[in-house]
């Protein structure tokens, strides 16, 4: 049975949006899931599981659901006014369609709803291919979207949370200056930590975003080498806030060695825009010796650490690792979320 896909009048009647912006339109939708072809990936949707966080008026699920006739469909959502609405949109005699009323946000979340009560039970898959039997999507356009959405990416690289399942491919909406944060690629302004693991652990696309005056922002090419579909800010709701974009992230196969990874990158990255053959000191005392003794190229040793391509992270990661007087990165205080500026 069909979803009812309601009209931004009645949408707009529900009285709290709690901070976040959600797609309206049904066209611009219907665009967006024809450019994701997810058939490709997802041969045979009624095997399909899907996990929808944070849906609140539940547009694009709805259409999301009547398009693919996934197996099950759990929207997990608590906040008051949208878990009234959606409790109208699950009723309906579409067994697949639920509704699970507990925060996203909360780790507990997922323990309860996946391993205690066993309502969504997603298969494991190989990590040679993008789960075809498993989607997430979510919108995270609220205040702690940015942070949450960082963390996600976390666990992409730790293949904890969702991603213990294998390599969950997640569409999530978020703000448009976080999409430019995730795609900056070396040199730009923007580069940082956050687009460096999300370069690393994933192949992130920017699938739709809000037709502003600031789409020159985006990194290098990123507009025209991702096309991504455009939509004017009256089709989305609340009627006021920051402009929002809608990224997939594939989550790549590594075998990448974190704990050193993560040290190098937050530790270079402080330094982003001092050259390396002086930054290289921040990784420990005797630093800047040991990796001008060990890398010979003097013009890469003249780059700065916001130049650098994730391979050229990895490349100093496997030298900081054969470092014999590294220090011990365990007792390490620096705190890992700085690239909030």
């Known amino acids: 049975m069909a979803i009812r896909v309601q009209p931004l009048r009645d949408l707009a009647k529900i009285q709290h ?27 045979d949707t ?42 109208g949109l699950s009723s309906t005699q579409n067994d697949s ?5 507990k925060d996203p946000y909360e780790w507990q979340s997922y323990t ?29 356009t609220g205040m702690v979207g940015e942070g949450l959405f960082m963390q996600w990416l976390a666990c992409v690289g730790n293949r904890n949370w969702l991603h213990r399942f294998g390599r969950v491919k997640m569409l999530v909406w ?22 460096v693991v999300a370069d690393t652990f994933t192949d992130t696309k920017l699938v739709a975003t809000m037709e502003t005056k600031n789409l020159h922002k985006f990194g290098q090419g990123v507009i025209d080498s991702h096309k991504p579909v455009l939509f004017p800010e009256n089709d989305v709701w609340m ?38 053959c002086e ?7 005797g630093g800047r010796d040991y990796f001008t003794t060990v890398i010979k190229d003097k013009k890469f040793l003249r780059k700065c650490p916001k130049e650098l391509t994730s391979s050229e ?15 011990d990165i365990y007792m390490d205080f620096i705190d890992v979320f700085q690239d909030n500026d």
Not at 27 to 37: P, Q, S
Not at 97 to 101: E, I
Not at 241 to 262: A, R, T
Not at 313 to 327: C, D, Q, Y
């Open 112 to 140: 309860d709803l996946i391993d205690v009560e066993k309502k969504f039970v997603p298969s494991k898959r190989s990590l040679d291919s993008i789960h075809d039997e498993f989607l997430v999507l979510a919108n995270l």
């Open 97 to 101: 369609f639920q509704l699970y009323g």
């Open 17 to 43: 949006y709690y901070g976040f912006r959600y797609l309206l339109n049904p066209g611009v939708h219907e665009k967006i899931f024809d450019k994701l072809d997810l058939p490709q990936t997802y041969q």
């Open 46 to 87: 009624s095997k399909l599981k899907v996990l929808d966080l944070y849906p609140g008026p539940g547009q694009h699920s709805a259409i999301f659901h009547n398009r693919f006739k996934p197996l099950q469909h759990v929207l997990m959502d608590a906040r008051p006014d949208f878990v009234k609405h959606l409790r």
């Open 239 to 276: 009627p006021s806030g920051k402009p929002i974009s809608l990224l997939e992230v594939n989550p790549s196969k590594h075998n990448i060695d974190l704990d050193n990874f993560d040290y190098v990158t937050k530790h270079l990255l402080i330094l982003r825009s001092t050259p390396l």
């Open 174 to 195: 978020v703000l448009e200056s976080t999409a430019m944060k995730i795609l900056a690629r070396p040199g730009d302004q923007l580069r940082s930590k956050c687009s």
């Open 313 to 327: 992270f990895l490349m100093i990661t496997e030298a900081f690792v054969n470092w014999p007087f590294k220090p």
């Open 279 to 285: 930054a290289f000191e921040s990784l420990g005392h």
